[in-house]
């Protein structure tokens, strides 16, 4: 069983920076790509962004593109996501879900919430001056 433990969530004011982070443990996070997905008050969980499990393939949704950066480090079984120039509309709950993958997922494939086997609990970020 893979538990994940998201971090770094927190209220800043827009144009700021915050690092998430999605530790891993119970299994090696190796084998799995690991994606973060964001959720709103009264909207539906979206794919923010995924990182194939070897650290060589990365995607993003159009809203983060040139503000996130996703990266993981498999030595510590921890994933990150970099959050720079943040919106308010960047405000919501933060997930980390893993999926087993030998390959990168395809970019119809990585924002579906359905594949993920393992979540973490979440992560508040509150975009607000």
């Known amino acids: 069983q893979l538990q994940l433990v998201e971090s770094g969530g927190g209220l800043v004011q827009p144009g700021g920076s915050l690092r998430l982070s999605c530790a891993a443990s119970?299994?090696?996070?190796?084998?799995?790509?690991i994606t973060w997905f964001r959720q709103a008050p009264g909207k539906e969980r979206e794919g923010v962004s995924c990182i194939s499990s070897s650290g060589g393939s990365t995607n993003y949704a159009d809203p983060v593109k040139g503000r996130f950066t996703i990266s993981r480090d498999n030595a510590k079984n921890t994933v990150y996501l970099q959050m720079n120039s943040l919106k308010p509309e960047d405000t919501a709950i933060y997930y980390c879900?893993?999926?087993?993958?030998?390959?990168?997922?395809?970019?119809?494939?990585?924002?579906?919430?359905?594949?993920?086997?393992?979540w973490g609990q979440g992560t508040q970020v509150t975009v607000s001056s």
């Open positions: 879900a893993a999926a087993p993958r030998s390959q990168p997922m395809s970019d119809y494939e990585w924002g579906l919430a359905f594949v993920y086997d393992y």
């Open positions: 119970g299994r090696n996070v190796d084998y799995y790509a």
